[in-house]
C-alpha cells in the first residue's frame, strides 16, 4: 500500500520559515506529479504547489514568490520550502499525487503561523 508521510511542520513567528518533507513508499515515484495541499478547519482541501517528475512548477497565487516545491528522486521525497510565512498560512499541510489519489492522503502535518 502506497505511503506518503510528511513531516517538518511546527510553530513559527510571522515572516519565518519552515521546510517540509514527504517521503514516499511503494510507489514509482518518479513517474508521478506530486502536489502539496493544505487544510484548515471548515475548508476545503486546496492545493498549494505541484510538480511535474520533470521538475516544473506552479503554484497558489496565495504562496506564489514564498514557497518553493522540489523533489528529490532518488530520496522518493517532495519538499516544501516555505518562507515569508504569514498567519493565513496556517494549516495543515499534506503531499499526494497530483491529481490527488483518495487513498493515498497520510496524517499531514500541522503548521502554526503565530506570535
Known amino acids: 500500500q502506497v505511503q506518503l508521510v510528511e513531516s517538518g511542520g511546527g510553530l513559527v513567528q510571522p515572516g519565518g520559515s519552515l521546510r517540509l518533507s514527504c517521503a514516499a513508499s511503494?510507489?514509482?515515484?518518479?513517474?508521478?506529479?506530486m502536489g502539496w495541499y493544505r487544510q484548515t478547519p471548515g475548508k476545503q482541501r486546496e492545493l498549494v504547489a505541484r510538480i511535474t517528475s520533470g521538475s516544473i512548477t506552479n503554484y497558489a497565487d496565495s504562496v506564489k514568490d514564498r514557497f518553493t516545491i522540489s523533489r528529490d528522486n532518488a530520496k522518493n521525497t517532495v519538499y516544501l520550502q516555505m518562507n515569508s510565512l504569514k498567519p493565513e498560512d496556517t494549516a495543515v499541510y499534506y503531499c499526494?499525487?497530483?491529481?490527488?489519489?483518495?487513498?493515498?492522503w497520510g496524517q499531514g502535518t500541522q503548521v502554526t503561523v503565530s506570535t
Open positions: 499526494n499525487t497530483y491529481p490527488p489519489e483518495y487513498d493515498y
Open positions: 511503494k510507489i514509482i515515484f518518479n513517474i508521478y506529479r
